[in-house]
């Protein structure tokens, strides 16, 4: 197997890639608004296309104080959103007067081989200027053969002034293809906020 080499005398005069490499760049697949929604789903643009998918959340805010945000996944377009799942889940915080900091597993936050929905925030407030950021990976969902691993990472504007940095993953235990997936409030609360849906090759 030939090994690709850039030709150029150094990083500065590169101007292009070999044909051989990839740049691994996101392409922007869909984008979805959320205006006082219960749901926001993703039935499509899910496929064999991508290997990598990532959803970034921007300024979800839920209409219920004290709200954590989640997802399930489907393997029927959105039919069912019942997929098991086997998840960790943890999370670090420190109080906006700096009384209080804590990093830990949060063992109410995971699944072990469940149909429920993930969680991926922790609490988010409701107030104007309160919300949750961050995003969330779905490596090879097309894959008949493998569990569908997943990935995120998010910060929460707490409720009660905390900063939360969250960190969960786990694998969807199925080797039918996920095609679809829904974002969701706690307790069926609804939600501001936008998520943009990408693809890398």
Known sequence: MAIKVANNQS?????????????????????????????????????STYDEYVFKFYDLNPA?????FQFNLSA???SNYNVSKTSTYF?????????????????????????GVQVFTESAGNGSDESAVG?????????TTFVKHF?????TYYTSDYAMDVFTAGYANTTSAID??????ESG???DGTIKLYGIK
Not at 64 to 68: H, M, R, V
Not at 105 to 110: A, E, F, I
Request: glycine share 10%; charged share 15%; proline share 2%.
């Open 151 to 155: 990935i995120a990472r998010t910060s």
């Open 135 to 143: 995003e969330l990976t779905l490596f090879n969902p097309s894959s």
């Open 189 to 191: 609360g609804n939600f």
């Open 91 to 115: 999370s670090a915080y420190n109080a906006e007067n700096d009384s209080e900091t804590s990093l830990g597993y949060r063992t109410g936050n995971d699944l072990a081989n469940g149909t």
């Open 11 to 47: 990083l500065t005069a590169i101007t292009a890639l070999p044909s051989a490499v990839s740049g691994g760049a996101m392409t922007l697949i869909s984008t979805q608004t959320a205006s006082g929604s219960s749901t926001l789903s993703f039935t499509s643009g899910i496929d």
């Open 180 to 185: 679809a997936i829904q974002f969701s409030v």
């Open 76 to 78: 029927d377009t959105g």
């Open 64 to 68: 219920t104080d004290d709200k954590k």
